[in-house]
């Protein structure tokens, strides 16, 4: 006999999983552990945020450029797979080195006034991954919730976060307003974690004008 019903998950928010083809190319070796990050930053944590200066010793220039090409090829390649826009760049990328007792408070990446808006935001998994804390900020959902939801048929959608599985070589695409955090475990404390994080645009087509029915 058929159920005489079904669950419908409305509205979520999308998340693209990506096999970076070409992450074989960039391993990076341990370095010692060090809290460098932007002062309004509060976990310790060591970031080039927002992008990978010319004389980085761990990254250098060519190797950031070449990452940042590869990163947008295969984000273009799947796109056009999923019928996503793909006329992107990218606006920024850095990486993020934690060991233990590192992390990163609850944050998104909407940008300040003036500053371009992402079309999508990313995280590339390079070195001992582990899961990034996504939250779900709409507080309603509570008013919904009983006893034992969690193991019911409605707790995925009830979830106040979750935390997709990851492993090296896995790009995470996002909306830049989703909030997440990096919270510390102990594999960190000799295995340090290392993640390039960055946001992409999307640009707009060349226009083209006509005049006196010529297209130039």
């Known amino acids: 006999m058929s159920e005489n019903f079904e669950l419908i998950g409305y509205f979520p928010i ?10 074989y190319k960039y391993n990076f070796s341990e370095v010692e ?6 002062q309004s930053w509060g976990d310790p944590v060591h970031t080039t945020f927002p992008g990978i200066p010319e004389d980085d010793p761990i990254v250098p220039s060519i190797v950031r450029d070449n990452l940042t090409k590869d990163l947008k090829d295969s984000i273009v390649n799947v796109f056009k797979k999923i019928s996503l826009p793909t006329t992107i760049d990218f606006i920024n990328l850095w990486y993020n080195i934690y060991h233990d007792n590192q992390g990163q408070e609850k944050h998104s990446h909407l940008c300040l006034v003036g500053e371009p808006t992402p079309f999508w935001s990313g ?12 939250y779900n900020d709409n507080r309603m959902i509570d008013t919904q919730k009983y006893i034992g939801y969690e193991k019911g048929p409605i707790g995925s ?28 475990t102990p594999e960190h404390k000799n295995n340090m974690r290392m993640t390039f994080s960055f946001n992409i645009k999307l640009e707009a087509r060349p226009s083209h004008n006509v005049y006196n029915g010529i297209l130039y």
């Open 123 to 134: 995280i590339y998994y390079n070195k001992n991954a582990s899961p990034t804390k996504f």
């Open 157 to 184: 959608c009830l979830s106040n976060y979750g935390s997709p599985k990851v492993e090296d070589g896995d790009i995470l695409l996002f909306p830049p307003y989703l909030e997440h955090s990096v919270t510390s």
């Open 14 to 23: 999308p998340i693209i999983k990506i096999k970076f083809n070409n992450h």
């Open 33 to 38: 552990k060090r809290d460098h990050k932007p």
